[in-house]
């Protein structure tokens, strides 16, 4: 069971940009491929971005496509979010997690993480 610490939200207007981090202290996150997810209070959880564990390859959302970049850095245990042109709807609490990635999608497995609150509000 990995356990993740989102860090990086905030507020910021519309067009600006936010770095979000996910840290598993004491945890090597080397062979696993890792995900960030977003929910509002209105809709269900969805994908944002993944990243697998042997080559890095990396899959988004259409919505997110051009504005956000998903990396990783495993000496530090830690998966990055560049999130650019942000748009407010793309406030929403931020999370990271394992995932399975299958076909060209890709699916959250084990426990999520207090997450990290993105509002984008002028």
């Known amino acids: 069971q990995v356990h993740f610490v989102e860090s990086g939200g905030g507020l910021v207007q519309p067009g600006g940009s936010l770095r979000l981090s996910c840290t598993a202290p004491?945890?090597?996150?080397?062979?696993?491929?890792l995900g960030w997810f977003r929910q509002t209070l209105r809709a269900e959880r969805e994908g944002v971005a993944a990243i697998t564990a042997n080559d890095g390859s990396s899959y988004y959302a259409d919505s997110v496509k051009g504005r956000f970049t998903i990396s990783r850095d495993n000496a530090q245990s830690t998966v990055y979010l560049q999130m650019n042109s942000l748009k407010p709807e793309d406030t929403a609490v931020y999370y990271c997690a394992v995932v399975t990635v299958y076909g060209n999608g890709y699916y959250p497995i084990g426990s999520w993480g207090p997450g990290t609150q993105v509002t984008v509000s002028s």
């Open positions: 004491g945890t090597g996150l080397d062979g696993y491929a």
